[in-house]
């Protein structure tokens, strides 16, 4: 939504208030330690460990017509990433769903993207855990649509190196490879990064990668080297539903290049056609029917 803020300047001839146009999701909220604030206030305390070190772990949750979409796996998922680096949330699970269903309804979003953020609270400057409780951060803002041309022509994505520790499957703040590597992509033209490790793709800095073969889906197991993504196991559900045979089996780069189609999934790309890997157009050049269909499914169940 467009407001007009009344901003203040000094001149040479005394205060001069100017009405600047600004963009402000008039709905967005954000939540820290039992208060909901402004997107904008700020709430994080120096001493905050996800700030200071990157001690947390996180999780983004798209809500469809206002309701969440496989909210119970995104809560496994980071109830699970939490113990794999020893924080204890100091909430259930149901308290903890119950305050991001408060925090997104009192948004009024319907469509809508809820990040979270478990960190292992306020604390001095020390590497070692503190005796203090973990802190809790969201926001909620409008879901951020990728464009109809992207979802019309697919996207590219360039092949770089997996520089990420061996914990992948931890939802970890910690995300600077990951960060690294979508800005070289940027930088190259691309929208994502895909990652190679080894000789063998092991996702994208932010999403799932997928082949398509003579009919057949692939994607890289799942193992430490990757995260389990929630959108990944709807598709292979959505695979299992439409009967195309849906292959857990690592890949490389050459094979991308070969696939008759690619496709990348998260939560906030759903299904999305590769149509270009390292400037190599991946089968005709279009997105593919099975990547289509694939996405189709998804969207009926975020019905
Ligand atoms: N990222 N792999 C990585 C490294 C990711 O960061 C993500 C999600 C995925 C896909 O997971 P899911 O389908 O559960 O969203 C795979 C989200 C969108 C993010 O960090 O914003």
């Given at each position: 939504?467009?407001?007009?803020?009344?901003?203040?300047?000094i001149?040479?001839?005394?205060?001069?208030?100017?009405?600047?146009?600004?963009?402000?999701?008039?709905?967005?909220?954000?939540?820290?330690?039992?208060?909901?604030?402004?997107?904008?206030?700020?709430?994080?305390?120096?001493?905050?460990?996800?700030?200071?070190?990157?001690?947390?772990?996180?999780?983004?949750?798209?809500?469809?017509?206002?309701?969440?979409?496989?909210?119970?796996?995104?809560?496994?998922?980071?109830?699970m990433?939490?113990?794999?680096?020893?924080?204890?949330?100091?909430?259930?699970?149901?308290e903890l769903?119950?305050?991001?269903?408060?925090?997104?309804?009192?948004?009024?979003l319907?469509?809508?993207?809820?990040?979270?953020?478990?960190?292992?609270?306020?604390?001095?400057?020390?590497?070692?855990?503190?005796?203090?409780?973990?802190?809790?951060?969201?926001?909620?803002?409008?879901?951020?649509?990728?464009?109809?041309?992207?979802?019309?022509?697919?996207?590219?994505?360039?092949?770089?190196?997996?520089?990420?520790?061996?914990?992948?499957y931890?939802?970890?703040?910690?995300?600077?490879?990951?960060?690294?590597?979508?800005?070289?992509?940027f930088?190259?033209?691309?929208?994502?990064?895909?990652?190679?490790?080894?000789?063998?793709?092991t996702?994208?800095?932010?999403t799932?990668?997928?082949?398509?073969?003579?009919?057949?889906?692939?994607?890289?197991?799942?193992?430490?080297?990757?995260?389990?993504?929630?959108?990944?196991?709807?598709?292979?559900?959505?695979?299992?539903?439409?009967?195309?045979?849906?292959?857990?089996?690592?890949?490389?780069p050459?094979?991308l290049?070969?696939?008759?189609e690619?496709?990348?999934?998260?939560?906030?790309?759903e299904?999305?056609?590769?149509?270009?890997?390292?400037?190599?157009?991946?089968?005709?050049?279009?997105?593919?029917?099975?990547?289509?269909?694939?996405?189709?499914?998804f969207?009926?169940?975020?019905?």
């Amino acid at each position: 939504m467009n407001v007009l803020l009344k901003k203040a300047y000094i001149s040479v001839r005394g205060p001069l208030f100017l009405f600047v146009k600004k963009e402000v999701p008039m709905m967005a909220l954000a939540y820290f330690n039992g208060k909901i604030v402004g997107v904008d206030d700020p709430v994080i305390p120096i001493d905050e460990r996800g700030h200071q070190f990157g001690d947390g772990v996180y999780e983004v949750i798209r809500f469809y017509q206002g309701k969440p979409f496989m909210m119970k796996e995104h809560l496994d998922r980071l109830y699970m990433s939490a113990k794999a680096i020893k924080l204890e949330i100091g909430k259930e699970p149901d308290e903890l769903e119950a305050l991001i269903l408060q925090l997104v309804e009192k948004s009024g979003l319907a469509q809508a993207d809820l990040y979270i953020q478990a960190t292992r609270g306020i604390a001095p400057r020390n590497h070692l855990f503190p005796k203090c409780p973990a802190s809790i951060s969201m926001t909620v803002k409008p879901a951020r649509e990728l464009s109809e041309s992207m979802r019309r022509e697919g996207v590219k994505v360039a092949v770089l190196p997996d520089e990420r520790w061996q914990n992948c499957y931890i939802k970890s703040l910690n995300l600077l490879p990951n960060i690294l590597a979508k800005q070289e992509a940027f930088e190259q033209g691309c929208f994502e990064a895909v990652l190679v490790r080894d000789g063998r793709i092991t996702e994208g800095s932010s999403t799932n990668v997928f082949i398509v073969k003579d009919g057949k889906i692939q994607t890289t197991p799942l193992s430490n080297r990757i995260l389990a993504g929630i959108t990944r196991l709807a598709v292979k559900e959505a695979a299992e539903e439409l009967r195309v045979p849906f292959v857990e089996k690592d890949f490389t780069p050459e094979e991308l290049y070969q696939a008759d189609e690619v496709f990348l999934t998260s939560t906030t790309s759903e299904v999305l056609a590769v149509t270009v890997a390292d400037g190599r157009e991946i089968g005709n050049g279009r997105p593919g029917s099975i990547t289509g269909r694939l996405h189709e499914c998804f969207q009926q169940k975020t019905k």
